[in-house]
């Protein structure tokens, strides 16, 4: 595997399902991001993670809990989600110290939340 | 809240055509990214530009960060069906990616 991956690619939940999708990046970054992305909206940012510590959370609703237990791996556990939360997620990674903090993509996840 | 507004929104044109998109903000950024992306995938990086004035050329495409570094433009020249897709500006502000809505471009063969 290369680059940043994501799976499932495709998810449908209902309300009350719980949920995760699993990010991977092969590229030994050290910052790794959960964004959510809706149409005709600019991505949003959930979640920044730095050497697996969290150092961003723009007042994600709680249903949405990530976790990064090291630095190639990210996390995003879903759990009573609303129709609302419907939208591709996509995860990135960059090497903050870089300097310009370019973001590398995974593929996304398209959730789909009855 | 800082706003980057990316014009136009949606363009559909014929392949062989020129079309400008633009990315407007009237906040300073340290650089600004532009990226694509395809239907399925995540997007891809494009290009950084960094200095104001700056002007960098990837083949047909031409990327121009404004003097005041508040914005940019992405030039393409003679459009092929393969250039379709959504193309999205991103400005660096305090280490994060402020990122603008998106121009969505369709090349028709």
């Not at chain 1, 903050?96 to 903090?101: C, I, L, P, V």
Request: hydrophobic share 30%; proline share 5%; net charge neutral.
């Amino acid at each position: 595997e290369t680059g940043v991956t994501q799976t499932p690619r495709h998810l449908v939940m209902g309300m009350t399902n719980k949920k995760s999708l699993k990010c991977e990046q092969h590229l030994g970054h050290n910052a790794m991001y959960w964004y959510k992305q809706s149409a005709k909206k600019p991505l949003e940012l959930m979640f920044v993670y730095n050497f697996k510590e969290q150092t961003e959370n723009n007042s994600v609703p709680s249903r949405f809990s990530p976790e990064c237990p090291n630095s190639s791996h990210l996390f995003l556990h879903l759990h009573t989600l609303q129709p609302e939360d419907s939208a591709l997620y996509l995860c990135a990674s960059s090497q903050q110290e870089a300097g310009y903090n370019e973001q590398f993509f995974g593929p996304g996840t398209r959730l789909t939340v009855l | 809240t800082q706003l980057l507004e990316q014009s136009p929104q949606f363009l559909s044109i014929q392949e062989g055509e020129n079309l400008t998109v633009y990315c407007n903000s009237s906040s300073v950024f340290s650089s600004l990214q532009w990226y694509r992306q395809e239907p399925g995938e995540g997007p891809v990086l494009l290009v950084t530009v960094v200095t104001g004035g700056e002007v960098k050329k990837l083949k047909r495409l031409t990327f121009q960060f404004g003097d005041a570094r508040k914005d940019s433009s992405l030039h393409i020249t003679a459009a092929q069906p393969g250039d379709t897709g959504l193309y999205l500006c991103a400005g660096v502000q305090g280490g994060k990616l402020i990122f603008g809505q998106g121009t969505e471009l369709s090349v028709k063969p």
